[in-house]
């Protein structure tokens, strides 16, 4: 086998790897993008030395961590930050760096200093992980994105976009993936997506929840998320018809997922909304190629009578029949006169 057939049998396994991860990520047309914070590493960049302040003031991370210890001791808050970052700086992987990461997180989290607090928590993750009691950790770096993300809710501008929102979840799902509040996580990250009207990234997220984790304690909120987001996509998806019906068995399914949720009979007024709409825009489909200058009789006969298969019940229906029988004629090549005849004739007896 030459070197050009093995490439050619490489591409192919390769693509249908991405194939079939694509049909896992893909009910809503979206892409695996949508959820690389999975699998995607976010990188934390290394505290580096900072040679212009001149660095640690003592000779040795021992020193230097009973050093800022001191200075905490004192109150000088801001001085032992730096007295513990400047150890972080230069022992990075020593005990006494661990120590004193610890302890920047601890104190940025009193302070109330919300973004750094978080971006210290996220360093701990990202360079120490395995070394310290998580959970601690992940509640606090959790309850610092919780508390980023209110904050720009509630504001009239907003300062920080709502990718930057969501990832700060992102990063903590992928540096504990296993952790017991990762369905909390998404939850909170499908919220984001609808806050910024991006309804089909939302029932991304909630459909993953939805499959991985059917027992989590809150299934009910995520539900109601998700069949709103579906309501709110119709919206922007109003002349779709193969997507409304999509949003429609979508909306079907998560009844039948949870026949006793309180707000059933919400999703069901919402579900037969997006199907007037469907039926609304097939409607204006078929109309449209009942046009002689531009289309055929038979283009705006099959239109018709495909509405009318699909839409029985559609307040149209009698419009429809008697457009379908005046196309008749016309679409068999023959003039109205001489179908009349032809009818007439055939409905002589015979001699």
Not at 167 to 178: C, D, K, M, T, V
Not at 205 to 223: E, G, S
Not at 329 to 343: I, L, N, R
């Amino acid at each position: 086998m030459n070197r050009k057939t093995i490439l050619c049998a490489l591409l192919a396994l390769c693509g249908t790897a991405a194939w079939g991860q694509y049909q896992d990520y893909s009910r809503m047309g979206r892409t695996p993008a949508e959820l690389l914070f999975l699998t995607d590493p976010l990188e934390i960049p290394l505290k580096e030395p900072s040679w212009f302040f001149g660095g640690a003031e003592k000779d040795t991370p021992a020193e230097q961590l009973a050093y800022a210890q001191g200075l905490e001791r004192e109150g000088r808050r801001e001085a032992a930050i730096d007295a513990y970052d400047d150890l972080v700086r230069n022992w990075h992987a020593t005990p006494q760096a661990l120590t004193a990461q610890l302890s920047i997180a601890r104190l940025r989290s009193a302070a109330g200093e919300t973004q750094l607090a978080y971006d210290e928590d996220i360093y701990l993750l990202a360079h120490y992980n395995g070394r310290f009691e998580l959970t601690p950790i992940l509640e606090d770096a959790t309850a610092q994105a919780d508390l980023l993300a209110q904050r720009e809710l509630n504001r009239s501008l907003r300062l920080t976009s709502g990718n930057g929102l969501r990832q700060n979840y992102e990063r903590i799902i992928h540096f504990a993936p296993r952790w017991r509040r990762v369905p909390d996580l998404l939850l909170s990250i499908a919220n984001l997506y609808c806050e910024d009207e991006e309804y089909a990234s939302a029932i991304t997220v909630c459909d993953r929840l939805i499959v991985d984790w059917p027992a989590y304690a809150k299934m009910d909120d995520v539900v109601s998320l998700y069949c709103r987001a579906c309501r709110d996509q119709a919206d922007l998806w109003a002349n779709d018809v193969g997507r409304l019906a999509h949003l429609e068995r979508l909306l079907a399914g998560a009844r039948t997922f949870r026949p006793a949720h309180p707000d059933l009979d919400q999703f069901t007024q919402w579900e037969r909304e997006i199907y007037l709409m469907r039926r609304e825009r097939a409607y204006v489909a078929a109309t449209f190629y009942d046009n002689p200058k531009a289309y055929s009789p038979e283009a705006a006969l099959l239109a018709y009578q495909a509405f009318l298969r699909d839409y029985p019940d559609a307040p149209q229906a009698a419009d429809v029949r008697a457009r379908i029988a005046a196309l008749a004629p016309a679409a068999s090549g023959e003039t109205p006169a001489e179908g009349a005849v032809q009818s007439r004739t055939a409905a002589q007896p015979q001699e």
